[in-house]
């Protein structure tokens, strides 16, 4: 991915053939800063931009072509290997970067090449850890079967431009800084009551934002518990969905219209009609949403237990993992958060 800095001020002959580049390397091509903390969780991303402007013979700036410029890389300033034990460089923007999406380019550099003005180009890279450790990253560029690298050090490592990067330990929060409230959705049908759960994290009073959640179950909202005929009061139907992050409402269906007189004569009142609801859902900024659906009535499926635990992971701002696990009680007709 390449972007395009501002033209130098004045024009340029650009007709001479590139004859050595000079790199440069940032977390942003506009910044100062040297050095950035991160989390060494393997998702978390930090922008780093390598900056490449070509000269010919004479000096004078040039145009460095697509095919040079996609040889440029991330190395270790120490060694001049690219990036391992737990580095590792990318070309895409993952999820957890805290920066905004960097859009493509407007021009590429077959259109620059008709341009009289001659830009620095940039290269985009978005940098991971998996692990704790502190590390300088310099910048390589092969010319002519040369790597030219930014380390100062050997024969080829005669430019000296870096940014270090340490990466930290990831915070484990104790249950308690998790906060986990249930709010009425109302105007529901007599006998059906539905509640949403909204998960959220906020150490010493501050939010962290949860952005993601996965579990052994498939990809999409896991309906992590249905129990029917379950022969609690005022509960003979539940259901637990925990939702995509993406999603702003989910339609389920609970059984209604039962016969309330067989509530006298039997454990449960059963019934054939179904209704259907649109439910709002991820309507709170940096919390995630579990719906739970209640129901007097039964539907015509077989008794199923509700209790048990469903397992899951939530994912913070940061990309750091939070094992949690939600407690089903069908008698309480309760969700109870737990660690995972």
């Known amino acids: 991915m390449s972007e395009y800095m501002d033209a130098p001020q004045g024009q340029f002959d650009v007709s001479g053939p590139l004859h050595d580049v000079e790199l440069k390397v940032k977390f942003d091509s506009a910044a100062s800063a040297g050095d950035k903390l991160l989390f060494g969780n393997g998702r978390m991303q930090v922008k780093v931009q390598v900056l490449v402007s070509g000269v010919d013979e004479s000096g004078h700036p040039v145009i460095v072509p697509s095919s040079v410029l996609e040889t440029v890389e991330l190395i270790h300033y120490n060694t001049g290997k690219t990036l391992q034990d737990g580095w590792s460089a990318s070309a895409e923007q993952g999820q957890y970067t805290l920066e905004a999406p960097v859009s493509a380019d ?6 620059q090449e008709s341009q009289i003005d001659v830009q620095p180009h940039v290269r985009t890279f978005w940098v991971s850890s998996a692990g704790v450790g502190t590390t300088q990253i310099a910048a390589q560029i092969v010319l002519n079967g040369t790597k030219i690298r930014t380390n100062a050090n050997g024969l080829f490592g005669r ?4 940014i270090t990067l340490k990466a930290q330990m990831p915070i484990t929060y104790a249950i308690e800084q998790f906060r986990w409230m249930s709010v009425r959705r109302g105007n529901e049908e007599p006998g059906n009551r539905i509640w949403n759960y909204y998960l959220g994290l906020y150490p010493n009073g501050q939010q962290i934002k949860l952005v993601d959640w996965s579990s052994s179950h498939e990809k999409g909202d896991v309906e992590f518990v ?13 259901q637990g969905v925990m939702v995509r992050p993406h999603k702003r409402e989910i339609s389920l269906s609970l059984p209604f219209d039962g016969n309330f007189i067989a509530f006298t004569l039997f454990q449960d009142a059963i019934t054939s009609k179904m209704k259907s609801y649109s439910v709002r859902v991820n309507d709170r900024d940096g919390e995630l949403s579990v719906v739970q659906a209640l129901s007097e009535y039964s539907d015509l499926t077989p008794r199923k237990s509700a209790d048990g635990k469903f397992n899951f992971s939530v994912f913070d701002q940061y990309g750091t993992e939070h094992k949690l696990a939600i407690r089903i009680d069908s008698k309480e007709r309760s969700f109870t958060l737990e660690r995972g």
């Open 106 to 111: 407007s021009t590429d550099v077959a259109d």
């Open 159 to 162: 430019q000296d431009s870096s």
């Open 226 to 238: 249905r129990g029917n005929k379950l022969y609690e009061w005022k509960t003979n139907h539940l």
